[in-house]
């Protein structure tokens, strides 16, 4: 089982990104996927997720109106389009899958708001 996440980078307050996570070795569509971030000096902690179908999705009261994850489940990838990005976002985001009650993490991508 692996997962690459991709996309993080410098971005102003206001600004977007895009993160993306590739995902292998596991059957992708039966699994629901999520969304962590971890600031330095804070736990981590979840800011969404998204069932097999893509049908429902669930999101942080921090990020609800702003980011917006997604699935193509023919791609094996799940997405977070992430809006209206402000310095409090700022954290390194890493893309979850849990398998027989296991936790499958990726590397994690940086993503920093600053002007």
């Known amino acids: ?3 690459v996440e991709s996309g993080g980078g410098l971005v102003q307050p206001g600004g977007s990104l895009r993160l993306s996570c590739a995902a292998s070795g596991f059957p992708f569509s039966n699994y ?3 969304w962590f971030r971890q600031a330095p000096g804070k736990e981590r902690e979840f800011v969404a ?3 097999g179908n893509g049908y429902n999705t ?4 921090s990020v609800k109106g702003r980011f917006t994850i997604s699935r193509d489940n023919e791609k094996n990838t799940v997405y977070l389009q992430m809006n ?3 310095p409090e976002d700022t954290a390194v985001y890493y893309c979850n899958v849990q398998i027989n009650f296991y936790d499958v ?3 994690g991508t940086q993503v920093t708001v600053s002007s």
């Open 58 to 61: 669930y999101y942080a009261d």
């Open 1 to 3: 089982v692996q997962l």
């Open 84 to 86: 209206s990005l402000k």
């Open 105 to 107: 993490w990726g590397r």
């Open 49 to 51: 997720s998204i069932i």
């Open 32 to 34: 629901p996927m999520g």
